[in-house]
Structures are given as C-alpha cells and as structure tokens.
C-alpha cells in the first residue's frame, strides 16, 4: 500500500490528453511539500520528468505539466504519442516517512 | 554526460550479505546526495535511502523497511556510492537503482536526477 495513492491505469488515444492523479495527506503534499513526477518504460530506468509540482528539466517536452493542489497533484499529457506509454510514479516528502512514492500509473496509448 | 553504474548484484541466500556499487561519472560527485532504491520484480518504485553530501554533514536516511540492515556509505575520492545490505531477506529480492538526488537543506525534502540502469539482487535459498 503506496503512501500517495496513484490509478493503476489510464489511456488515451494519440493526440489526447491525459490526466494523472496523486491523492496524499496533511504529512506530505498537504503540508505543502514539493511533488516529483518520474517516467519509467518497462526495463529501464526511470527518469524525472517534472520537479518541484511544475517544472521540466531541459529536453522534457512541454507536453508534460504538473500541478498540485491541497492534498493532491496531477500530471497532464497533452498530444499524446506512443513512446509516452509508460509507468508514471509520483514522489513528495513526509514528516515522518521522508521519501513517498505513488504506486504507479500505467499510460496506455490506444 | 552524467553516468550512474550499479553493480555487486548477484543471488544470495537469506541472512547472507551484499554490496552494491553506484560508480558515477560526468558531475561533481561531493556536490550531491546520492539515493539507493529498489523496485521488486512488478511492483513500483521503493526508497531505500540517501546519503548527504559532505557539506551537510554526510548524515544519512533510510526507509523503516531497511533500517538497521542498509547501509549506505560513499568514497567521494572515487566517485562511489556504495549500498551494504546485511541479514538479507527473500522480500529484499529487486532491481536496486542510485541516483543523484537534489537535497535542500532548509526543509529536507528531495528528488531524484538521474537514475542508473540498476543492479539485480535476488534472495533465494
């Protein structure tokens, strides 16, 4: 049982938009704590795709956007491709814990 | 480039003891804290620990699951992270990744940079 409650699963077609939830509590993202989003294709490693609930290292396209609000955050997909099918974790701090993690969220491009 | 590189992992029985490695390349290695993970076989993401960097004291954190049997420790001089596991468990078999972490001091909260391609540790007897 993950800390910040992620779907299991979502999917769009190509060229939609879709949307992420990551639901925490007042110990992490509701204590105002920064929220990280990661994408991992299956086999490899992941990869930080936003920081800081909105920001993208350089070379992340600006399809990706995060938000956060209250106790939760989401990541938004806009134009979906292909190669965005992926595992996507979201991760914040806690007060006791230190480090959460979502449970994940499989993207499936139909 | 930035280059993380894990390796030690290998099948051990349970009770039993390992070392990993995270050899890195490509920045600053002393400047940054340095993270180990783990993900089981199907399963998502887990923190393992982190490791400061000597600025802010070298201290170290670890996830309940972990305390007490992880160690993380590093040779700045060598660019290495290093991840002791000892009094292994069947439930500890999983890929473990390191990666540069981003710490900021003021409110101790992180994130993670770059991760590396991750080492394999399978708990069997």
């Known amino acids: 049982q993950s800390v910040l409650t992620q779907p299991p699963s979502v999917s769009g077609a190509p060229g939609q938009k879709v949307t992420i939830s990551c639901t925490g509590s007042?110990?992490?993202?509701?204590?105002?704590?920064?929220v990280h989003w990661y994408q991992q294709v299956p086999g490899t490693a992941p990869k930080l795709l936003i920081y800081a609930n909105n920001n993208r290292p350089s070379g992340v396209p600006d399809r990706f956007s995060g938000s956060r609000s209250g106790t939760s955050a989401s990541l938004a997909i806009s134009g979906l491709q292909a190669e965005d099918e992926a595992d996507y974790y979201c991760q914040s701090y806690d007060s006791s814990l230190i480090v959460v993690f979502g449970g994940g969220t499989k993207l499936t491009v139909l | 480039e930035v280059q993380l590189v894990e390796s030690g992992g290998d099948l051990v029985k349970p009770g039993r003891s390992l070392r990993l490695s995270c050899t890195a390349s490509g920045f600053t290695f002393g400047d940054y804290a340095m993270s180990w993970f783990r993900q089981a076989p199907g399963k998502g993401l887990e923190w393992v620990g982190f490791?400061?960097?000597?600025?802010?004291?070298?201290?170290?954190e670890y996830a309940a699951s972990v305390q007490g049997r992880f160690t993380i420790s590093r040779d700045d001089s060598k660019s290495i992270a290093y991840l002791q596991m000892n009094s292994l468990k069947t439930e500890d078999t999983a890929v473990y990744f390191c990666?540069?972490?981003?710490?900021?001091?003021?409110?101790?909260?992180?994130?993670?940079?770059?991760w590396g391609q991750g080492t394999l540790v399978t708990v069997s007897s």
């Open positions: 990666s540069i972490t981003q710490y900021y001091d003021s409110s101790g909260e992180v994130y993670f940079q770059h």
């Open positions: 007042s110990s992490n993202i509701g204590a105002a704590y920064e």
């Open positions: 490791i400061r960097s000597k600025p802010y004291g070298g201290t170290r």
